[in-house]
Each structure stands twice: as C-alpha cells, then as structure tokens.
C-alpha cells in the first residue's frame, strides 16, 4: 500500500505561482509511475502531468504545457508540481495519484492509488 498527501494548494491571484507536493509513505515511490489530475466543480477528473521512474514526463498540452512542471525527488519519497501563470480556471482540487508500474499513463483508472486533494483557487 501507498499513502499519498497532498500539500500546498491555497487561494492565489491570476499570474501567481504555487509549488505543490505529494509526500508518499508505505513504500518507496522510486518504482512507481506518478501522476497529477484535478477536478473542478462539476467537471470530470482531469489529467494534469505524470513522471516515470526515469523522470520521463508528459503533461497535459491543451490545458497546462509551458506552464506547469512536474518532479520528482525520490530521496524524499515526494513528487511536486510546479505551477506558474496560473488563471482562474485552474481552479481545481488538485490529487496526486502512483501507479503499480514504470510507465506513464495519463488515465485516472490506471493508477492504483490516491491522495485526498488539494484545493487550489485562483482568484481572478
């Protein structure tokens, strides 16, 4: 079993920047494949960016290339998610998900397992 936290979302102004984290614990992360999605109100979970074990990533082109970068540091069992110019329609809680498996995927239902989300709120 993994146990995800997400940390770091908070209320922010449109152009703003938040960095925020996934702390793991159960098992070391390093052989897992991660993954950032978010949810905003009435709207289906989104895929934001994933990271392999390599540190390979992808992200999400339409919604949030050239401006949101993920991480990882495996030392510190934790994945990142930095954020920056953000605008009011990244407005979204935000999970950090692992998945059983070194390959990247961009899906919900191929990760295995969840944070609780954090809430990110960008004012416009």
């Known amino acids: 079993q993994v146990q995800l936290v997400e940390s770091g979302g908070q209320l922010v102004q449109t152009g703003g920047s938040l960095r925020l984290s996934c702390a793991a614990s159960g098992r070391t992360i390093s052989n897992y494949a991660m993954g950032w999605f978010r949810q905003a109100p009435g709207k289906e979970r989104e895929f934001v960016a994933a990271i392999n074990r390599s540190g390979g990533v992808i992200y999400n082109t339409d919604s949030v290339k050239g401006r949101f970068t993920i991480s990882r540091d495996n030392a510190k069992n934790t994945v990142y998610l930095q954020m920056n110019s953000l605008k009011p329609e990244d407005t979204a809680v935000y999970y950090c998900?692992?998945?059983?498996?070194?390959?990247?995927?961009?899906?919900?239902?191929?990760?295995?397992?969840w944070g609780q989300g954090a809430q990110v709120t960008v004012s416009s």
């Open positions: 998900a692992a998945r059983g498996s070194s390959g990247i995927a961009s899906t919900p239902e191929r990760y295995d397992y």
